[in-house]
């Protein structure tokens, strides 16, 4: 399916033309029919050369020029109609201005009536004009929607127009701009709208504002479909709307995967910043909100939106003064989530970077780091080194990496008797966003981590820890289970966390609070058990061992805990296996 707009003067039968070529009533209200007037937008479609095409018919009025830009905004591409017998006229002018602001590239230039005037006039006029802006020179079509002249001509150019778009990316992120919302008896909640890239399927789940909603049924050409794939005319029956209601700007769209912001910074194509009224009105897809301008540069601006909108990086959009009827810039978004301007220049600055290339390696440089799934809902390519969900900059990644080392060895300087720095204090000091990436930056050096710590390579404990250790050594290899009491670990300068350090370095093992024995007691312990008659109580294993209860009571517990010894009914043991 092709979706196309109209646009053009009012009463220049642009409504006429859909009605000829589809036989459908693209006027929905009965005050429309009535007073002969498009007021909002309709909707009809067909078949031309075996593609179906679906029209947005929009109202030519200046009063309803919000419902043409909701109309025209999603679309795209436009049937540009100027009638022969009066030729260009307001409206023609504000539309097209409409059109070039949204950065509209593909359009068919319909000249209507042409049984009261010749064609010739107009045609060479509305050219000139349309020529001059995004849409460049187009072709042109006079027809009657009396006698019915030039409408098989026409059928013939919209067919060429709907094969020259460009295909939609059916992989792509849904976001729907709701142009309708109705409640349909027994069905619920109905919103309508194009759906210009992605695919919806009955049974999705969506975002509606913070809200989560389902497909209940598809729609598309008054067809129930399973499945509707961009671009396309499409009605959504929603399960779990929300009772407030559904309004024309509001998005059904991907859970998860776009950045809804009430601030963004754009390029402007038009105007200069500084000549737009501070008080503007933005139109983007089917959605107009009041927007507050802080120029940052001459061509680019900080936009703050009244209603947080769905938006990337990429988005095209227009500013329109109503006060003026007048549209006098369009706008390209280049970042949904700016930085604050708090310091003096910082406007300035901020304008030097969004002239950079490569803005999302430039947010690179500037945060060091991004999700890459952030990335993606901002409409940023994907840049920099990729450590698993995550996006560095190489040069910031590189500097931390070189100064990771002298920052463990100051902290190892500082903590003599620690056997490592904490793995969360060096993410901290590093400023790293997750504990994830610092195995990664440390790749290449000689730090190593274990143990929830990182040292360096072959790094060992403080001298006076040392030689307190290598008196303990001696005295375990003569008594392997006897216990140092505590005024001996004092006397050697062993406190609590001297002792925590040479258990995590696998010097000794802790048995209880207090209590330690040397590297591999428990591994001896079971296998001077094993020998021993079975079953055994803790009295015969501690004669076993040659130590007290106070070491064989913990001991046997850690055993049973690891599975090495098996506690009976009758408060003895045995070794497993």
């Known amino acids: 399916?092709?979706?196309?707009?109209?646009?053009?003067?009012?009463?220049?039968?642009?409504?006429?033309?859909?009605?000829?070529?589809?036989?459908?009533?693209?006027?929905?209200?009965?005050?429309?029919?009535?007073?002969?007037?498009?007021?909002?937008?309709?909707?009809?479609?067909?078949?031309?050369?075996?593609?179906?095409?679906?029209?947005?018919?929009?109202?030519?009025?200046?009063?309803?020029?919000?419902?043409?830009?909701?109309?025209?905004?999603?679309?795209?591409?436009?049937?540009?109609?100027?009638?022969?017998?009066?030729?260009?006229?307001?409206?023609?002018?504000?539309?097209?201005?409409?059109?070039?602001?949204?950065?509209?590239?593909?359009?068919?230039?319909?000249?209507?009536?042409?049984?009261?005037?010749?064609?010739?006039?107009?045609?060479?006029?509305?050219?000139?004009?349309?020529?001059?802006?995004?849409?460049?020179?187009?072709?042109?079509?006079?027809?009657?929607?009396?006698?019915?002249?030039?409408?098989?001509?026409?059928?013939?150019?919209?067919?060429?127009?709907?094969?020259?778009?460009?295909?939609?990316?059916?992989?792509?992120?849904?976001?729907?701009?709701?142009?309708?919302?109705?409640?349909?008896?027994?069905?619920?909640?109905?919103?309508?709208?194009?759906?210009?890239?992605?695919?919806?399927?009955?049974?999705?789940?969506?975002?509606?504002?913070?809200?989560?909603?389902?497909?209940?049924?598809?729609?598309?050409?008054?067809?129930?479909?399973?499945?509707?794939?961009?671009?396309?005319?499409?009605?959504?029956?929603?399960?779990?709307?929300?009772?407030?209601?559904?309004?024309?700007?509001?998005?059904?769209?991907?859970?998860?995967?776009?950045?809804?912001?009430?601030?963004?910074?754009?390029?402007?194509?038009?105007?200069?910043?500084?000549?737009?009224?501070?008080?503007?009105?933005?139109?983007?897809?089917?959605?107009?909100v009041p927007v507050r301008i802080r120029p940052l540069g001459t061509d680019v601006a900080r936009l703050f939106l009244r209603t947080p909108l769905p938006l990337r990086a990429g988005d095209r959009g227009l500013l329109r003064d109503p006060g003026e009827h007048r549209v006098p810039a369009g706008f390209d978004v280049l970042d949904v989530r700016p930085p604050p301007l708090t310091r003096r220049g910082a406007a300035r600055a901020r304008a030097a970077e969004l002239a950079e290339p490569d803005l999302g390696a430039a947010r690179l440089r500037r945060d060091g780091f991004a999700r890459a799934a952030e990335f993606r809902a901002m409409g940023l390519a994907e840049t920099g080194e990729r450590i698993g969900g995550w996006l560095a900059d190489p040069a910031g990644f590189a500097r931390l990496r070189a100064e990771a080392p002298d920052v463990v060895a100051a902290w190892a300087a500082e903590h003599p008797v620690a056997v490592g720095m904490p793995v969360e204090t060096l993410r901290q000091h590093l400023g790293l966003p997750a504990s994830e990436l610092l195995t990664p930056l440390l790749a290449g050096t000689d730090l190593d981590v274990a143990d929830g710590v990182v040292r360096h390579r072959g790094a060992g404990l403080d001298p006076r820890v040392a030689a307190a250790l290598a008196v303990l050594d001696r005295r375990f290899a003569e008594e392997p289970f006897r216990a140092p009491e505590a005024d001996e670990l004092r006397e050697l300068g062993l406190g609590k966390r001297e002792l925590a350090a040479a258990v995590r370095l696998g010097r000794l093992t802790a048995i209880a609070d207090g209590v330690v024995l040397g590297a591999g007691a428990e591994e001896r312990a079971a296998a001077a058990l094993a020998r021993i008659e079975q079953p055994f109580t803790v009295s015969a294993a501690r004669r076993a061992l040659g130590t007290t209860r106070r070491v064989m009571v913990p001991l046997l517990e850690k055993l049973d805990a690891a599975g090495t010894t098996v506690p009976l009914a009758d408060g003895t043991r045995r070794t497993a296996g």
């Open 1 to 288: 399916m092709r979706v196309i707009a109209t646009a053009g003067h009012v009463d220049h039968g642009k409504s006429t033309l859909v009605r000829r070529l589809t036989g459908m009533e693209p006027d929905r209200w009965a005050e429309e029919r009535r007073r002969g007037l498009t007021i909002d937008l309709g909707f009809a479609w067909t078949t031309i050369g075996g593609e179906e095409i679906a029209f947005v018919d929009v109202p030519g009025h200046e009063r309803f020029v919000p419902n043409m830009l909701a109309g025209a905004g999603s679309a795209p591409a436009v049937l540009f109609v100027v009638a022969a017998d009066e030729g260009w006229m307001p409206q023609s002018a504000e539309h097209l201005a409409a059109l070039d602001a949204f950065g509209a590239e593909r359009g068919l230039l319909v000249v209507t009536k042409a049984d009261r005037a010749d064609p010739a006039s107009a045609t060479a006029a509305a050219s000139r004009e349309i020529a001059a802006t995004s849409l460049g020179r187009v072709p042109a079509v006079a027809v009657s929607g009396v006698t019915g002249e030039g409408f098989d001509r026409l059928r013939m150019a919209i067919g060429e127009l709907a094969a020259s778009l460009p295909e939609p990316d059916t992989e792509a992120d849904v976001r729907l701009w709701i142009d309708r919302a109705f409640t349909v008896k027994g069905a619920g909640t109905v919103a309508t709208g194009t759906l210009t890239a992605g695919v919806l399927a009955v049974g999705d789940e969506l975002m509606l504002g913070e809200d989560r909603v389902r497909v209940r049924g598809l729609q598309a050409l008054g067809t129930s479909r399973e499945r509707v794939e961009a671009a396309a005319r499409v009605a959504v029956n929603l399960r779990g709307a929300p009772r407030a209601g559904i309004r024309r700007g509001d998005t059904l769209r991907t859970p998860d995967a776009w950045v809804t912001t009430a601030e963004a910074d754009v390029r402007l194509r038009g105007a200069k910043s500084a000549e737009l009224h501070r008080e503007l009105v933005l139109h983007l897809g089917t959605a107009a």
